[in-house]
């Protein structure tokens, strides 16, 4: 016999197992546990019943089983009596079904009974149900069947689709298949591609034939885009940076994400939605309405953190995001430092940043920044006035450069001894590559960032470079995001001079909560005669840490941290440093509080025996 199906039921069955396995995932594991082990407290109301999964043979059914099963779904979500348990052991087999045709099993099929009942016997009535044991005990006995294959593959339309005869007939595998096509024309410009497809089960070849019709709709020269639905912010201006990044290129799904990535960048929009036109106007072009939702303008920013032998770090920021009603953004941020130490050891910094996008209708944002800052450290003391302008354009959803002029007026000098003129003016040039999915809590994905900032000290008269490169990568063990491996390197050169000719703040230092941990701030490196930190040339840094999530909220990472600054081009790697520890996370919605302690393996003279860390986000 042979039946034909449009796989409605299993397009269905995608989007329930997706939504089913993350419910699969809770606590309650699909096998209800017994109630007899269970507090009565936490006994749904209504009559108290128990399901239980029997194995099918194959373990990925079982699970989607579990998955699917309403009445393992509903057992406390929504209780029921006798006459509506009895409901749900009805409703039971077709909804297992899906799970069955999911994994390639189209004649398999699952019974509903109460325990005890010989396998056959009809459906239990409403007074057997009310009349069973308390907790009802409800067993699912799947029964697998043979598994299905995929005779032929057909596609009508266009070149042939990859899906290869003579695998499982999973219904699932069919439809990725046919999504991953869709994907490939949209991205090659075809936006308005749809593929169908047909399916044929030969229950008695126990077999499957599946045609896709191909419609791949014209190609897209351009796309024109239209900004919606913002009151506060003047509409040209995100129009101007969607029609930056559109200009005189075809449509892909990717540009399409760039585009809603730069206006989200802007800062005044909450959230972006994208709804792609049904055909291309008069000049090929296909046409996008981003439909934006503006956010508060005015925000209030604070920051809190302590480390051992520095102190406790408080911050307070006021942000506007759309200052003069085109998306600029000022942001004055206040921040004092080394708390607990003596008052004239207290450090300070004042920062004013306007951010003006699309400077000259050019792409990108222009960055002006002013600090007033002070610095009384025990590698040197300084109080200086930087300023900067940096054009800052983004190359892609993942790279983002900036470079131009800086300068700093000031005066410098060793730790509590005699502060002298220093005067410097630079170029800096960044870029910064990330592929992370979360700023405070990644999980996965790689971040880069190198900068190159020639300067001269005028007050030294000396020319030099400082460059630095950073990396870190995070992977995702256990594929949810509970358990992660993430890794740092840093690489760090004065190029072109002598440290002692460099300004002390322009110097490399190594130590402390986001260096090395273990070790005091800036304690690791050539030392003065007064065994004060002195700064080097070169530095290196690694780290490895290792995170997991316990529960809803709470965390634990251990980490190494290893680090080394030396005099001449390269640290020297028999002066590395390592220090090791443990700490605790608390993960909130803004990101992850936490607290890590750690000693050091290697010691440094002048360091302290263990460090205290607190703050907002990870080390890295």
Excluded: C
Excluded at 89 to 96: F, K, W
Aim: glycine residues 10%; aromatic residues 8%; hydrophobic residues 40%.
């Amino acid at each position: 016999m042979t039946k034909t199906s449009h796989f409605r039921a299993a397009a269905r069955s995608a989007v329930t197992w997706v939504s089913l396995l993350f419910a699969a995932m809770q606590p309650l594991s699909g096998v209800a546990q017994d109630p007899a082990a269970e507090p009565a407290s936490e006994q749904p109301a209504g009559l108290a019943h128990a399901v239980t999964v029997l194995p099918s043979g194959d373990e990925a059914v079982d699970e989607l089983l579990r998955a699917a099963s309403g009445l393992i779904r509903l057992r406390a979500r929504a209780p029921t009596d006798a006459s509506g348990l009895q409901a749900r052991m009805l409703a039971e087999p077709d909804r297992l079904r899906l799970a069955f045709e999911s994994e390639g099993y189209w004649a398999g099929r699952a019974t509903v009974a109460l325990r005890g009942a010989p396998d056959g016997a009809p459906p239990p009535t409403i007074a057997e149900v009310e009349a069973a044991p308390r907790p009802v005990n409800i067993e699912l006995r799947p029964r697998l069947g043979p598994r299905y294959t995929i005779r032929s593959v057909v596609t009508d339309g266009a070149d042939p689709i990859a899906l290869a005869a003579g695998q499982p007939a999973r219904a699932d595998t069919v439809l990725a298949v046919q999504s991953q096509a869709q994907a490939g024309y949209r991205a090659a410009g075809y936006p308005l591609a749809r593929i169908e497809r047909q399916v044929t089960v030969d229950h008695a070849a126990r077999a499957m034939d599946v045609r896709f019709l191909v419609a791949r709709g014209p190609l897209a020269s351009a796309v024109v885009a239209t900004i919606e639905g913002s009151v506060g912010v003047r509409p040209e201006i995100a129009q101007r940076v969607a029609a930056t990044r559109l200009a005189a290129n075809p449509y892909s799904p990717e540009l399409i994400a760039q585009t809603r990535s730069d206006l989200l960048a802007l800062g005044p929009y909450g959230s972006i939605r994208v709804e792609e036109g049904t055909a291309l106007d008069a000049d090929g072009r296909f046409p996008v309405t981003f439909r934006v939702q503006d956010r508060p303008f005015r925000a209030l920013t604070g920051s809190a953190g302590y480390e051992t032998n520095f102190g406790a770090t408080v911050g307070l920021g006021w942000e506007h995001r759309n200052l003069l009603g085109g998306a600029e953004r000022l942001t004055i941020e206040a921040e004092a430092r080394r708390l607990g130490s003596a008052f004239d050891r207290t450090n300070a910094r004042l920062t004013g940043t306007f951010r003006l996008p699309i400077p000259f209708d050019y792409d990108g944002a222009l960055v002006s920044r002013l600090s007033f800052n002070r610095d009384r450290l025990d590698a040197f003391d300084r109080d200086a006035v930087e300023a900067s302008i940096l054009y800052e354009w983004r190359l892609s959803r993942r790279w983002t450069a900036s470079a131009g002029p800086t300068a700093e007026i000031g005066r410098t000098g060793p730790s509590e001894g005699e502060l002298r003129p220093s005067n410097l003016v630079g170029f800096a040039m960044n870029a910064r590559y990330d592929s992370t999915d979360s700023p405070l809590d990644p999980r996965r994905g790689i971040r880069l960032n190198l900068n190159v900032t020639p300067s001269y000290s005028i007050s030294r008269s000396e020319a030099y470079m400082p460059t630095r490169a950073t990396g870190s990568t995070y992977i995702d063990l256990s594929g949810n995001g509970r358990s992660v491996l993430a890794f740092r390197a840093s690489l760090g050169s004065l190029l072109g001079a002598d440290a002692p000719n460099v300004p002390p703040a322009q110097r490399l230092y190594a130590g402390g909560g986001g260096s090395v941990r273990g070790f005091t701030y800036q304690s690791i490196g050539p030392r003065d005669a007064r065994d004060r930190p002195a700064g080097g040339a070169s530095l290196l840094e690694g780290s490895v840490e290792f995170r997991q999530r316990f529960g809803a909220s709470l965390g634990g990472v251990v980490f190494v941290d290893t680090g080394a600054v030396g005099t001449d081009a390269f640290a020297p790697t028999d002066s590395l440093r390592v220090g090791a520890g443990v700490g605790v996370r608390y993960y909130t919605a803004f990101g992850p509080v936490r607290a890590d302690v750690a000693v050091p393996l290697v010691r440094q003279p002048g360091s302290s025996g263990y460090g205290l860390y607190i703050g907002i986000g990870h080390a890295f």
